[in-house]
């Protein structure tokens, strides 16, 4: 078997620490407003890879102690109907996060449902005024993959100080809210994407690179530098011949066998930084509430 020469950054393992240090903090808020810290979920649409993020983050905030409203709409929901839903949802005071999955069907507009969001329940961090909280240094509900990104980064390198980090994508979900936070940890920050010349002459000067574009073991090993930090984003089905026809494995953006032979940690996927993305919306749920309620907690 080949075995590799990075050190495996374990999510699941972390997100796990994550989660269990989150319960005394959810039972403390409940002592003090009575109720659990609730998420309302919604899912439009029959997405099966949504359906099955849904359930998950439904799981494991029940695990969490904190209570857990799914709403699932059909693909033929009207933009009225949602944006009703979301108002109703921002007024309900026992609700205390809400979370619209994403991608929407095509006639819905994606940004008018999420600017109809409370941004005090807005536990994805994805609304304007959250999003300029962040770019100005008063971060409070930060969007969930980028932070679970930057624990992981913490924990594996301490101090991130004067490293240069390259970002692979400029989505609004990942790329420019991480650029945010690592500048916060005074990273050096790149950000490249499509329209990019010679990405590998930039990439390679990474120290951290940090890929979210959604294409399939797209970064190879002559794009890293040696030793570098590899935080693998994606997550793609892709055809499993080894298992036959109709059968599938998840890969990420990053050919892992490969640059796992060149990098010094790399996550993997599964198991890197999507349980993390989860243990950050329940954190951010657990902070709304306590924040809306008057709560004091402290967070890691
Ligand atoms: N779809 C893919 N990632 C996310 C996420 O972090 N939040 C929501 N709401 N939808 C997503």
């Not at 009575?34 to 799981?59: C, F, M, T, W």
């Not at 120290?207 to 030793?227: N, T």
Request: with cysteine; proline share 4%.
């Amino acid at each position: 078997m080949k075995t590799t020469k990075a050190k495996i950054i374990d999510g699941k393992a972390f997100s796990h620490q994550l989660n269990q240090s989150l319960i005394p903090i959810v039972k403390k808020v409940i002592g003090e407003i009575g109720r659990p810290p609730a998420l309302a979920v919604i899912l439009v649409g029959e997405d099966s890879a949504s359906q099955i993020y849904v359930h998950n983050k439904a799981k494991r905030t029940q695990e969490a102690g904190m209570k857990s409203v799914e709403h699932r709409l059909s693909s033929e929901t009207s933009e009225k109907t949602l944006l009703d839903l979301v108002t109703a949802l921002n007024e309900d005071n026992e609700i205390d996060g809400i979370l619209v999955q994403l991608p929407l069907p095509k006639h819905i507009n994606e940004h008018s449902v999420i600017q109809a969001i409370n941004p005090e329940k807005d536990v994805d961090g994805f609304h304007i005024v959250n999003a300029g909280k962040l770019a100005t240094g008063r971060s409070e509900l930060v969007p969930c993959t980028p932070l679970g990104c930057l624990l992981l980064l913490r924990d594996t390198l301490g101090d991130l100080s004067g490293l240069h980090a390259v970002i692979i994508g400029r989505s609004n979900i990942v790329g420019k809210p991480l650029a945010q936070l690592l500048l916060a940890e005074n990273t050096t920050v790149t950000i490249v994407h499509s329209k990019t010349k010679n990405i590998s002459e930039i990439t390679t000067q990474a120290d951290i690179l940090i890929v979210a574009v959604g294409q399939s073991e797209l970064v190879k090993s002559d794009w890293i530098k040696p030793g570098a930090c590899i935080i693998d984003v994606g997550i793609n089905r892709i055809a499993d011949l080894e298992k036959g026809k109709g059968k599938y494995r998840l890969v990420g953006d990053v050919d892992f066998l490969e640059v796992a032979q060149k990098a010094q940690f790399i996550t993997p996927v599964p198991g890197g930084v999507g349980p993390m993305t989860i243990s950050c919306l329940l954190r951010n749920t657990v902070a709304a509430a306590a924040k809306r309620n008057g709560v004091e907690i402290k967070l890691k």
